[in-house]
Structure formats: structure tokens, C-alpha cells
């Protein structure tokens, strides 16, 4: 039982939930500096409107995202990226995460 107790002290609980596991995956596996609209990223993940603005109010907050509303003409756009403290998290959250799965797999 103490051999899982480090890893999983590892687990981020930010990005741990779901929901923003997903986001954080969508928007690491784009290239550095590469943004995502809010419109596409809501579809990718099968997401209402309020729930990715709730989960990315999350994400901003912690500093893992930053949020940037313009507007491309007349119309309001949405542009979200990961922050490099984002990525970082988001590799050792991974990394705990590759850690935990080691750990279930080794033989007893």
C-alpha cells in the first residue's frame, strides 16, 4: 500500500478531474504557442458551452491556461493555449499517472 502512496500524492487535482484531463491533452498535443478556439474545442470534446467555460475558468485561475476573447471582425472569438507552467503540470501529472500504472503492472 505505501509503494502507490508517492505517486498518487503526485496526482495533480487540478488537472486530475476529467474533464480537465481532457482539455489539458487536447491543448498539450497542440504545438508551443499554438492556440485553440473555444468553438473547436468544445466540439472536439463533446462539451456544453458552460461546462468548458466552467473547467477553463479552473484552469485559468491555477495558471495553467490563459483565456483570450477578441473579435475577428464583428464577431466575438475565443482563443485558449497552455502556459508553460501548464505543460510542466501537465508532464508530471503523466508522470504520476505512468508511475501509478507501473506500479499496478509490476509482478507482485
Do not use: C
Not at 22 to 41: C, N, Q, W, Y
Amino acid at each position: 500500500m505505501t509503494a502507490t502512496a508517492a505517486p498518487l500524492d503526485k496526482l495533480n487535482p487540478i488537472i486530475h478531474q476529467p474533464t480537465r484531463l481532457r482539455i489539458m491533452a487536447a491543448l498539450v498535443s497542440l504545438g508551443e504557442g499554438d492556440k485553440a478556439d473555444f468553438t473547436f474545442l468544445r466540439d472536439l470534446l463533446h462539451l456544453t458551452d458552460g461546462n468548458l467555460s466552467a473547467h477553463l475558468r479552473v484552469l485559468e485561475d491555477a495558471g495553467y491556461v490563459v483565456v483570450e476573447k477578441t473579435f475577428v471582425g464583428r464577431q466575438p472569438k475565443t482563443w485558449i493555449w497552455v502556459t508553460r507552467e501548464g505543460r510542466d503540470a501537465f508532464a508530471a501529472h503523466v508522470d504520476a499517472l505512468e508511475a501509478i500504472l507501473g506500479q499496478a503492472r509490476a509482478p507482485a
